[in-house]
């Protein structure tokens, strides 16, 4: 598969945005604007149109400028085999609409002409300092983009566990027999190794890159990143009797106590977890070395990641803002949002697109020619 | 909805009860069979009462069966030591269409899922056991789908041929590309799974 990049986005009542376009450089582009301008929400907006998905938590009815009643977004891709059109309609209330080139599909995930898209804002740094679900999910989701084949490992563990633990429930309640556990333990056995396997083979390929990348982005001192697995099982032979041995604490606890889904991985700094102990700058140094390092793997399958970043170059130091830009420059298509131009080293360059945000609407400054 | 009156609205819920039919396509059915002149609505009917009359279950391997017995266990050509065990009458047709397999069927209705509620004993499984305690089987094909309760099932299957029935084989039916298809087109799921079981030329 080969890289596919974003030529332009257009936005149709999406959050402040009436009705606004913006054309995207194959590189580098910086959207300049006030606070409140609107950055944010050309970001999203081109998540939104690439994932059919938003990348903020809150409620997606607010997508929808107010007043109105359908957002949409398309986007323009050029892929090897030419150009291409992804469109997300979105009615609260209603199912999504996606479609590809006008053609109508279920879900963009397993469209091939659809970039993969990398995002960096403040409230990601849960991925760093929230719960280990955010983190579990955010790796299986790497895991599907990187290798399509294992894209339903999760889902397979996932299904097996909903089912063990309805068994457990049953069997709390009575209403069957515990025997039957032994079946339901095979099935979340095997589906669980599978994961596990993932997402070890994931981190053991990010963890290099990482550390390089968190040094290079300000965090000082020696960074790693570690699989915190739940389970040592090496098969699923292994991880079987470790359930086995837990049964009666599940059938107690009305729940499966044990397995890859309460796994973590774990962002630490001089050994300690940044979860607990990283100031905010580290932990957002450390999110930024994950998301690069996970580009780094993603552009040397063929897919570098569109990246979205978001309200970071105001917090770096000039010689930070330099790396990030550099690596953003190094290949690869990126969109960095910022306040002022001069946070964004080298954003008049040729190359480079200057976007300026105001009121609702998108303009595209004109280059100063040299 | 309120505006229709009430034979319509019955039968507008009757046809969103059918699988696949939504509130929509069951109002936009309704309203053709209305268009419909009696003698093309009713042979619907007729079919319908026909098929729940007329169709009732195996009583050796519970296919479909006009009379006590489906005709596949009726055929005296087919091998009754080989049983392929499958989740729905409509699996069959598949498997024969191939011309593959000459043995006899046994269809569960369904597969193991606590979420719904399903245990072995809601579905064909101590028949099954029983069927091939009697006697004369000599390996059983487990074709239930490859989901989490169809291998699950499987998994069920096999763990109580091995305690009741030793010396009978359990398979399982291989997973892998399509025949005929190209690589290029084959999801990369089936692909994966292909890759990992592949065999030695």
Redesign the interface.
């Given at each position: 598969m080969d890289a596919v990049r974003v030529t332009g986005v257009a936005l149709r009542n999406f959050r402040c945005y009436a009705r606004a376009e913006a054309r995207l450089a194959p590189g580098l582009t910086v959207v300049v604007g006030a606070n409140g301008a609107g950055k944010s929400n050309l970001l999203e907006a081109l998540y939104f149109g690439c994932t059919g998905r938003s990348s903020r938590t809150s409620s997606e009815r607010e997508l929808v400028r107010f007043g109105e009643r359908v957002a949409r977004v398309s986007v323009d891709v050029e892929a090897p085999d030419g150009g291409h059109r992804l469109e997300v309609g979105f009615e609260p209330g209603e199912a999504k609409v996606m479609r590809v080139d006008g053609a109508k599909v279920d879900s963009l995930a397993r469209v091939d002409v659809r970039p993969l898209v990398s995002v960096f804002m403040p409230d990601r740094l849960d991925l760093v300092k929230g719960p280990p679900a955010l983190r579990r999910a955010h790796l299986d989701r790497f895991v599907a983009a990187l290798w399509p084949a294992r894209g339903d490992t999760r889902q397979r563990y996932s299904r097996a566990l909903a089912q063990r633990n309805a068994l457990v429930a049953r069997v709390r309640a009575g209403a069957a027999s515990p025997s039957l556990l032994d079946t339901w333990d095979v099935e979340l056995a095997r589906a669980g190794i599978a994961l596990m396997a993932v997402r070890g083979e994931a981190l053991t390929s990010l963890s290099e890159p990482f550390s390089q990348l968190a040094a290079q982005l300000g965090l000082s001192g020696e960074a790693r990143l570690g699989y915190r697995p739940r389970s040592r099982a090496a098969t699923a032979d292994e991880l079987r009797a470790e359930l086995r041995e837990r049964r009666e604490e599940d059938l107690a606890r009305g729940f499966t106590t044990h397995g890859p889904h309460r796994d973590d991985l774990e962002l630490a700094r001089e050994g300690r977890p940044l979860r607990a102990y990283g100031s905010q700058g580290q932990q957002r140094a450390a999110l930024l070395a994950l998301l690069f390092a996970e580009r780094e793997l993603l552009a040397a399958r063929g897919r570098p990641p569109l990246m979205l970043l978001d309200d970071v170059m105001s917090e770096l130091d000039f010689p930070r803002r330099e790396r990030l830009i550099e690596l953003l420059r190094s290949g690869g298509q990126a969109v960095v949002a910022a306040t002022e131009p001069e946070h964004v080293p080298g954003c008049g360059d040729p190359d480079v697109a200057l976007l300026t945000v105001a009121e609702g609407a998108i303009a595209a400054r004109e280059q100063v020619s040299a | 909805m309120s505006s229709l009156s009430p034979p319509v609205n019955r039968l507008i819920t009757e046809l969103s009860r059918l699988p696949g039919v939504g509130q929509r396509t069951a109002q936009r059915l309704a309203f053709h069979i209305l268009r419909l002149p009696p003698e093309e609505a009713l042979p619907l009917a007729e079919a319908i009462r026909e098929v729940k009359e007329k169709v009732g279950q195996c009583e050796v391997c519970f296919n479909l069966a006009v009379g006590p017995r489906c005709r596949i266990c009726e055929d005296e050509r087919r091998d009754p030591s080989l049983i392929c065990v499958v989740e729905e009458p409509s699996d069959i047709l598949p498997i024969e269409r191939t011309n593959e397999f000459n043995g006899r069927y046994h269809v569960l209705g369904g597969a193991?899922?606590?979420?719904d509620?399903v245990?072995?004993e809601d579905i064909r499984i101590p028949e099954l056991l029983e069927r091939v305690a009697a006697g004369g089987v000599r390996e059983v094909v487990v074709a239930t789908n490859s989901?989490?309760?169809g291998?699950?099932t499987a998994?069920?299957i096999a763990?109580q041929m091995r305690e009741r029935s030793p010396n009978v084989a359990v398979t399982r039916l291989a997973s892998g590309l399509p025949v005929g298809a190209d690589l290029e087109y084959a999801?990369?799921?089936t692909?994966?799974?292909a890759?990992r079981a592949r065999r030695e030329l």
């Open positions: - | 193991l899922s606590p979420i509620g245990d072995p989901t989490t309760t291998e699950a998994l069920y763990e999801d990369e799921i692909l994966g799974r890759l």
